[in-house]
Nanobody, 126 residues
Framework: QVQLVESGGGLVQAGDSVRLSCEAS????????MGWFRQAPGKERQFVAT????????YYADFVKGRFTISRDHEKNTVFLQMNNLKAEDTAVYYC???????????????????WGQGTQVTVSS
């Protein structure tokens, strides 16, 4: 069982930067590939970024390419999402997700993730 706890959200202005953190209990080595998703009010949860177990391969949604960076630190059992040049349309609840043991490759599909955090709100004012 993997438990995920996100932190780092808040209220920021357009153009600002924010770093989200997701700490995984049981170690990120047991969590497999991990990802970030987001859900804005009235919209479906959408893929943002994913990283494989070794932290070598990453993949991003087109709307965040060049602005967001996903990374992971196995020593700290933590996955990060560095978000730069934030826009009002980035406002959403951001969720961390883990694919689980031995599922080590990146995925953009929500259904491929077995574990989810409770989410952290990011609000960007224009």
């Amino acid at each position: 069982q993997v438990q995920l706890v996100e932190s780092g959200g808040g209220l920021v202005q357009a153009g600002d930067s924010v770093r989200l953190s997701c700490e995984a209990s049981g170690g990120t080595g047991n969590s497999g590939a991990m990802g970030w998703f987001r859900q804005a009010p009235g919209k479906e949860r959408q893929f943002v970024a994913t990283i494989d177990l070794p932290g070598i391969s990453t993949y991003y949604a087109d709307f965040v390419k060049g602005r967001f960076t996903i990374s992971r630190d196995h020593e700290k059992n933590t996955v990060f999402l560095q978000m730069n040049n934030l826009k009002a349309e980035d406002t959403a609840v951001y969720y961390c997700a883990a694919r689980g043991w031995l599922r080590n490759h990146c995925s953009t599909a929500r259904s491929d993730y077995a574990y989810w955090g409770q989410g952290t709100q990011v609000t960007v004012s224009s």
